[in-house]
């Protein structure tokens, strides 16, 4: 079975700041990798996915991340952080058949 | 419908008795996936749907879980005798196709079960 590990349940930045956003996954075979938001009150949305082409990935919101095989990583990054960007952020990988979530990772952005 | 929908919003039970809960996707979509999210934890995944069809159903916690799918449309997810710890938000989300799970997932708003 996968599994997806996200380091830092909670990540505060300063606005204007670099995010960065840990996920690190086990797989014996080249996954799918995602990244999703969840803004407060609202449904999961897709930022981005990677599936086995450019390693570097870019989304919306300006958030981009890179797939690093011999890292088993798949880090979200942002060059400057909005108020706007607070929210949960899960990190999700697929074999095929199933699929598998982090824990998630709560962004606050400090003024 | 403009996105997925599910319902109810909020279902609070008492412990032993059978929940459905509904899932619509958005139109056209042909793949319906199921989560389960419980309080501080991540979304663990239960089933999806091709069609009508569910080709694993290994992710279902326990033989008191099922889902259907007809009209390669609405679906239900249904839990008898519930438990406490069954009390989770459910999500639902579907996808305009499903090709070996790198499709777009568009989640609904989930249902928030509390089973008393």
């Known amino acids: 079975a996968q599994s997806v590990t996200q380091l830092g349940s909670h990540v505060s930045v300063s606005e204007g700041a670099l995010v960065l956003l840990r996920c690190n996954y086990s797989s014996s075979v080249p996954p799918y990798l995602f990244w999703y938001v969840q803004y407060p009150n609202q449904g999961l949305q897709l930022l981005l996915k990677?599936?086995?082409?450019?390693?570097l990935v870019k989304g919306i919101n300006g958030f981009e991340a890179e797939f690093k095989k011999s890292e088993t990583s798949f880090h979200l990054t942002k060059p400057s952080a909005h108020m706007s960007d607070a929210a949960e952020y899960f990190c999700?990988?697929?074999?095929?058949?199933?699929?598998?979530f982090g824990t998630g990772t709560s962004l606050t952005v400090i003024p | 419908g403009a996105g997925v929908s599910q319902s109810p919003s909020n279902k609070v039970t008492e412990k032993g008795k059978d929940v459905e809960l509904r899932c619509d996707p958005i139109s056209g979509h042909t793949a319906l996936y199921w989560y389960r999210q419980s309080l501080g934890q991540g979304l663990e995944f239960l089933i999806y749907?091709?069609?009508?069809?569910?080709?694993?159903k290994s992710g279902l916690p326990s033989d008191r879980f099922s889902a259907e799918r007809t009209g390669g449309s609405v679906s239900t997810l249904t839990i008898q005798r519930t438990q406490q710890e069954d009390s989770a938000v459910y999500l639902c989300a579907s996808s305009l196709v499903f090709t070996g799970g790198r499709d777009t997932q568009y989640f609904g708003p989930g249902t928030r079960l509390t089973v008393l």
């Open positions: 999700a990988v697929s074999d095929g058949n199933q699929f598998y």
């Open positions: 990677y599936t086995s082409a450019a390693t």
């Open positions: 749907f091709q069609g009508n069809s569910a080709p694993d």
